[in-house]
């Protein structure tokens, strides 16, 4: 049976669902979800391409700055979690580039967060010392760095329309000929006063406990996550939904657990989560800020030096990477610290 027979299966015997659930189907179905089937992030089957699949010095510059941080925390024995690796490709790179910072690799324990088993497989390739843990709460204790990239735009939404007579929450129904389609509950609430008819809001379900599992260890003890993801400050008031399938936007409901679904991520929630929970909070930036601030032109002139063939595309990558008609502005950093530790490089 396909996710798409098996969603409708679900809708006729329990009635439409939310967008979230949609999602998590689409994402984690064990049997027939995007992350347990195809490890098709990077590489020439790849759906999308993401900062440290687009260049080697994405992953080198986060390295540094883990560097950085542990040098800054006194140098203890600690965590390197990374969450969502993909194909382990930001890992490889950082280690690479941290290799004569002495004493670093020594006290890195590298912890990968992961619930896709075929990619899985490509993080061992590129980071073989690695332990994995299903969730952040598995991790082992301890001070930690934390980083994440493109992993926030993961966890499934619930989305809210405006109609002319309120709120409604947008759900996953099927329509008489069985197939797919979105449609709206009835009314949950008024509209507020300018509020603009059309508008969509939507909230991430899972974030609280993401930001309180952080919080819970970086109160334990001292630490920083780094959270780089495409997203907003201010709510835009549209659907951010998005599926890619071969680097193409498809519809959501064409192809379920073939395109990889995706959120921006309301870096503005994250921010106030996380001050509530007591953490000190750095960001967001965007991304061309963040990588300009830990020197990627610097970088960029060394590697086209070293390799004058290469300076070509070199150059691309750091557009790519900076610029902000590309991947610079939209992609947005934030970094969550333990209490009164000094303000992290490239804020
Ligand atoms: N950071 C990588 C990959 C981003 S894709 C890169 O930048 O290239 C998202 C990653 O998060 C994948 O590795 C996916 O399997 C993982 N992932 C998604 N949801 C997850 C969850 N709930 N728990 C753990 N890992 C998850």
């Known amino acids: 049976m396909s996710l798409t027979q098996k969603l409708v299966e679900h809708i006729r015997d329990n009635g439409p669902m939310t967008v979230a659930e949609f999602m998590s189907a689409c994402l984690y179905d064990p049997k027939h979800g995007y992350y347990a089937t195809r490890p098709a992030i990077g590489g020439a089957n790849a759906d999308f391409l993401t900062a440290p699949e687009a260049s080697q010095m994405f992953g080198e510059l986060i390295g ?31 280690w690479r580039a941290t290799q ?5 690799h020594d006290a890195a324990s ?24 299903a969730r952040l709460e598995d991790a082992p204790p301890g001070p930690c760095l934390i980083i ?20 409604h929450e947008k759900l996953a129904g099927i329509d008489e000929a069985d197939q797919l389609t979105f449609g709206l509950s009835a009314v949950l609430t008024a509209p507020e006063s300018d509020d603009e008819p059309g508008a969509v809001r939507e909230i991430a379900p899972g974030l609280p406990s993401l930001i309180y599992e952080v919080e819970q260890r970086l109160h334990a003890n001292p630490g920083r996550a780094l959270f780089i993801d495409y ?20 519809d959501p409901l064409e192809t379920p ?31 061309g800020e963040f990588l300009r601030g830990l020197g990627i032109e610097v ?49």
């Open 231 to 250: 997203g907003y400050v201010r709510p835009e008031g549209a659907d951010t939904l998005q599926a890619l399938k071969n680097h193409t936007k498809v």
């Open 257 to 287: 657990g073939e395109a990889d679904l995706t959120a921006h991520v309301d870096f503005a929630r994250v921010a106030h989560l996380a001050r509530e929970a007591g953490l000190d909070v750095h960001g967001p930036v965007t991304q």
């Open 148 to 167: 994440a990239n493109e992993f926030l735009d993961c966890l499934p939404i619930r989305q809210f329309v405006l109609g002319e007579d309120g709120w």
């Open 299 to 347: 970088r960029a002139e060394a590697l086209k030096r070293a390799n004058p063939d290469h300076a070509e595309r070199v150059a691309r990558e750091l557009r790519r990477l900076t610029h902000s008609d590309e991947m610079g502005a939209l992609f947005k950093v934030i970094c969550l610290s333990s209490p009164n530790l000094p303000p992290p490089p490239g804020f």
């Open 110 to 133: 590298v912890v990968f967060v992961e619930t896709s088993a075929p990619l899985m497989d490509e993080q061992q390739k590129r980071a073989p010392s690695a332990e994995w843990a």
């Open 64 to 94: 540094l700055w883990c560097a950085h941080e542990w040098d800054a925390l006194g140098k203890p024995a600690f965590n390197l979690i990374e969450l969502g690796p993909g194909r382990g490709v930001l890992m490889q790179d950082a």
């Open 100 to 104: 004569r910072i002495e004493g670093f």
